[in-house]
């Protein structure tokens, strides 16, 4: 069975960091694009960041840019999503998708390609 598990979420400062996993089971990601997700409190479920499968093209939303940095590494089965300079508008639940098994699958920052999503980690940025 098809499996996204999401880790790393938080509660920090603003200006801290935090690294949130997203590891599958049941399938490899080597075939899939991945793409991790946000969704605050009354608000739409948006794109954060995500990477395409196996050439590892990535996107990002403007108001991550420079500050997100999305990974993988299909040897651990495991997506990563490093934040750095996080700030109080970037709390939120954070989900990881994945759309696939497609070779070179395109990344997206709309939800409508994924068809496996985990269960999200709640990340706090508070003083």
């Known amino acids: 069975q098809l499996q996204l598990v999401e880790s790393g979420g938080g509660l920090v400062q603003p200006g801290e960091s935090l690294r949130l996993s997203c590891a599958a089971s049941g399938f490899t990601l080597d075939y899939y694009a991945i793409g991790w997700f946000r969704q605050a409190p009354g608000k739409e479920r948006e794109g954060v960041s995500c990477i395409r499968a196996n050439g590892g093209r990535t996107k990002y939303a403007d108001s991550v840019k420079g500050r997100f940095t999305i990974s993988r590494d299909n040897a651990k089965n495991t997506v990563y999503l490093q934040m750095n300079n996080l700030k109080p508008e970037d709390t939120a639940v954070y989900y990881c998708?994945?759309?696939?098994?497609?070779?070179?699958?395109?990344?997206?920052?709309?939800?409508?390609?994924?068809?496996?999503w985990g269960q999200g980690t709640q990340v706090t940025v508070s003083s």
């Open positions: 998708a994945a759309h696939g098994p497609i070779y070179q699958a395109m990344c997206s920052m709309t939800k409508e390609p994924y068809g496996s």
